[in-house]
């Protein structure tokens, strides 16, 4: 257990609104991802950061942006929330020196309606 | 491109008996490899991982895996089930370079009957 809190745990939010939804970890890794995770598709990436304000896209970044000021903290931003956003969103974060283990937080469940 | 198939979306098992979760994935070298549980309202947590050497893994809760390279295949088996044991299951792979991204299958739900 890496120690991630995901916040808010559940939104329900209207189309066209902005949301940011935080991860915060305990354990100084220094990798940290975002997923989302819908039937039939398993866990996509939308966006990972390897380091302070060092960041990049995943395979479904499109309408994300992230942040990352600090190390234990990052945040998922969806600038105007649309219905397909609906989704379960997890952070996962990565220490290199355990090789690839990714670490999960317990999820962010958001309904855009 | 790298990619992950689980080929059963769903398996019901009776309680006791055995299981075998398929996994098989497409990647240009060897891959990590793990498997993640995921309780219903719960994060991912991993059972094992395969990064190099024995072929044969174990990992949490009686699971264990065997990695085959000439078939790409990464399966999960537990010898008798329980019925905590319901939950949906995620195979990965990792890539060795870069930011060492996992790659997940679609999952496999598994139902325990007793």
């Known amino acids: 257990d890496a120690g991630i809190t995901q916040s808010p745990r559940h939104k329900v939010t209207e189309t066209g609104t902005p949301v940011t939804l935080r991860c915060h970890q305990t354990?100084?890794?220094?990798?940290m991802y975002w997923y989302r995770q819908d039937p039939g598709h398993g866990l996509r990436l939308i966006h990972y950061?390897?380091?302070?304000?060092?960041?990049d896209k995943g395979e479904v970044s499109d309408g994300y942006s992230v942040s990352r000021s600090k190390t234990e903290d990052f945040l998922l931003t969806l600038e105007s929330a649309t219905s397909s956003q609906t989704s379960v969103y997890f952070c996962?974060?990565?220490?290199?020196?355990?090789?690839?283990?990714?670490?999960f937080g317990a999820g962010t469940r958001l309904s855009v309606l | 491109a790298q990619s992950v198939t689980q080929p059963d979306i769903h398996i019901t098992v009776s309680e006791g008996a055995s299981l075998e979760l398929r996994c098989n994935y497409s990647?240009?070298?060897?891959?990590?490899l793990f498997w993640y549980v995921q309780s219903p309202g719960q994060g991912l947590q991993l059972l094992l991982k395969?990064?190099?050497?024995?072929?044969l893994v174990q990992g949490i809760k009686g699971f264990e895996a065997e990695f085959k390279r000439s078939q790409s295949s990464f399966n999960l088996r537990k010898p008798s089930v329980h019925w905590s044991d319901a939950a949906e299951y995620f195979c990965?792979?990792?890539?060795?370079?870069?930011?060492?991204?996992?790659?997940f299958g679609t999952g496999t739900r598994l139902t325990v009957i007793p």
């Open positions: 996962a974060t990565r220490d290199p020196a355990a090789k690839n283990i990714q670490y």
């Open positions: 354990e100084n890794h220094r990798y």
């Open positions: 950061s390897y380091g302070v304000k060092d960041t």
């Open positions: 990647y240009g070298a060897t891959p990590y």
């Open positions: 395969y990064f190099s050497g024995d072929t």
């Open positions: 990965a792979v990792g890539l060795q370079t870069g930011a060492n991204n996992l790659f």
